[in-house]
């Protein structure tokens, strides 16, 4: 049951456009931005460019419908993973247990969800079997699901030390995804949120996190090619995620770009929705979107965007 007065005293974090964001309206900007990515791209998961073009046009309304054939405004997996993993979080205190979110996500499967990817299922399914919450590493997990539902732990990480927020982010990762690739991912992705949900600008994002990944593993570069038509792989995925973030100027459009490419457009669509929420904040979200979301769905990102943080758990 959520507490009364909470979700208006969370809506009214977004200031006024001249005001400086506040770090509640940059962190509900990225668990919004998270679910309205999630959802506007669910509806071209799986189809081409050019596929996108002949159906649809330009997309840029939550329309639901796609393969799933999903409700308006209703998201997938990438937005009740990342729920789910913020339950877990807010259950241990704010700590990140591999244990309570194994359990958790071994729920949220047994829930049965709209969409569940073979990564996560199968070490999910180990889980079941063995107890044990970390999967055996493995190159071939380099998939984007850890990726895609990572926000709780980056938000009730921020501000804490580079080695707390390293083993925070793992223990989530390696419930389902154990692979250097994935695992780098991850921590470039929360370096980014820390950094935007403190204020920084694209430059200095760009600068200090992601050129540093790029350095240590070159497949991540982005410049040689557009890439359209992204798979579930996790170079393919921060590759398209990355130009549609640094190439565009709002929160509109680089979620329009990025789920215009098709492929796995709603983690695409959520994971550059969750930066461009934290570097906007929810202001910046067309009202046409949230009006739409589910509202369950809304709800419950409001609410754990503002408990997750240290200083409401502390």
């Known amino acids: 049951m959520l507490w009364p007065g909470v979700l208006n005293r969370i809506r009214q974090f977004g200031p006024a456009p001249s005001a400086p964001l506040t770090l509640e309206a940059r962190a509900l900007g990225a668990y919004l931005g998270l679910a309205v990515g999630d959802a506007l791209g669910a509806t071209v998961e799986f189809l081409t460019p050019n596929e996108i073009r002949h159906q649809i046009g330009l997309h840029r309304h939550l329309t639901g419908g796609g393969w799933l054939k999903l409700r308006p405004g209703m998201v997938t997996d990438d937005t009740t993973m990342s729920l789910a993993l913020g339950e877990a979080i807010l259950l241990s205190g704010g700590r990140v247990d591999a244990l309570l979110a194994a359990q958790a996500f071994d729920q949220w499967m047994r829930s049965k969800p709209v969409d569940i990817g073979n990564t996560v299922r199968r070490n999910l399914m180990r889980f079941r079997r063995t107890g044990e919450p970390c999967a055996p590493p493995s190159e071939h997990d380099a998939g984007n699901g850890a990726a895609m539902r990572l926000l709780p732990a980056a938000l009730a990480t921020f501000g804490l030390d580079a080695d707390t927020v390293r083993d925070a982010v793992l223990a989530q990762a390696h419930v389902t995804h154990h692979s250097p690739l994935s695992d780098a991912a991850c921590l470039t992705l929360t370096g980014m949120l820390h950094a935007l949900l403190a204020g920084a600008d694209k430059k200095t994002v760009l600068q200090q996190h992601v050129q540093p990944l790029i350095q240590q593993y070159p497949v991540f570069g982005f410049r040689a090619r557009r890439c359209d038509n992204p798979s579930g792989y996790i170079v393919d995925t921060l590759q398209a995620v990355f130009q549609a973030f640094f190439d565009t100027d709002t929160l509109e459009d680089c979620l329009i770009d990025v789920v ?31 009006s739409v979301l589910d509202a369950d769905t809304r709800a419950a990102c409001e609410l754990q965007s503002w408990l997750l943080l240290p200083a409401v758990l502390a």
């Open 260 to 290: 215009n490419r098709g492929g796995d457009a709603d983690t695409t669509g959520a994971i550059a929705g969750m930066l461009a929420g934290a570097h906007q904040g929810p202001k910046a979200i067309p009202r046409r979107w949230l």
